[in-house]
T-cell receptor, first 113, second 113 residues
Framework: DAKTTQPPSMDCAEGRAANLPCNHSTISGNEYVYWYRQIHSQGPQYIIHGLKNNETNEMASLIITEDRKSSTLILPHATLRDTAVYYCIVRLMTTDSWGKLQFGAGTQVVVTP | EAGVTQSPTHLIKTRGQQATLRCSPISGHTSVYWYQQALGLGLQFLLWYDEGEERNRGNFPPRFSGRQFPNYSSELNVNALELEDSALYLC????????????FGSGTQLSVL
């Protein structure tokens, strides 16, 4: 699976959009980009995933560059409950990789009042 | 709807003993995954079970084993405990048709003394 690079930490003001970058320059054509987050003392929570096209759900938006070498997770209106470690993960959708998410260090996002 | 439940919340063992951790998946989910989150090492994939069979395994020694029962609940067994096995053990489940979306429990904190 391709390696990802994320900033170690980010601050965001409550009510503002949080834009979380992720570099995955070695991504291959059939590797998906996933985002999970882990709030303190809880297990990780799935946010969103995508292959090529931008994706949006009730939690966030995922913007993938045309060359797929980087992506941005957007939390449109950050709240204090969005304070968490955010993980960007790239992996193949094959039988061998199911369940085998490789979590890196992630980005610690702190939302301030 | 109940989420993924894990028991016990905390477990204290001594070196050389055996530990058994339990997980109940979300109703309707047939796949169960186990992850280890040790300090400084991040989340690491341990095991994946589906329909009662082990489908994938991470880079852990054979003393880490488990099983999945007919009701899809699962046990993780760690034999011959070592100090470095101290970690948060997280269980996740998924629908078979949505294997990219893992739902995690809050984990079992295992301390080996």
């Amino acid at each position: 699976d391709a390696k990802t690079t994320q900033p170690p930490s980010m601050d965001c003001a409550e009510g503002r959009a949080a834009n979380l970058p992720c570099n995955h320059s070695t991504i291959s054509g059939n590797e998906y980009v996933y985002w999970y987050r882990q709030i303190h003392s809880q297990g990780p929570q799935y946010i969103i995933h995508g292959l090529k096209n931008n994706e949006t759900n009730e939690m966030a938006s995922l913007i993938i560059t045309e060359d797929r070498k980087s992506s941005t997770l957007i939390l449109p209106h950050a709240t204090l409950r969005d304070t968490a470690v955010y993980y960007c993960i790239v992996r193949l959708m094959t039988t061998d990789s199911w369940g085998k998410l490789q979590f890196g260090a992630g980005t610690q996002v702190v939302v301030t009042p | 709807e109940a989420g993924v439940t894990q028991s016990p919340t905390h477990l204290i063992k001594t070196r050389g003993q055996q530990a058994t951790l339990r997980c109940s998946p979300i109703s309707g989910h047939t796949s169960v995954y186990w992850y280890q989150q040790a300090l400084g090492l991040g989340l690491q994939f341990l095991l994946w079970y589906d329909e009662g069979e082990e489908r994938n395994r991470g880079n852990f020694p054979p003393r880490f084993s488990g099983r999945q029962f007919p009701n899809y609940s699962s046990e993780l067994n760690v034999n011959a405990l070592e100090l470095e096995d101290s970690a948060l053990y997280l269980c996740a489940s998924s629908l078979y048709r949505e294997r990219e979306k893992l739902f995690f429990g809050s984990g079992t904190q295992l301390s080996v003394l």
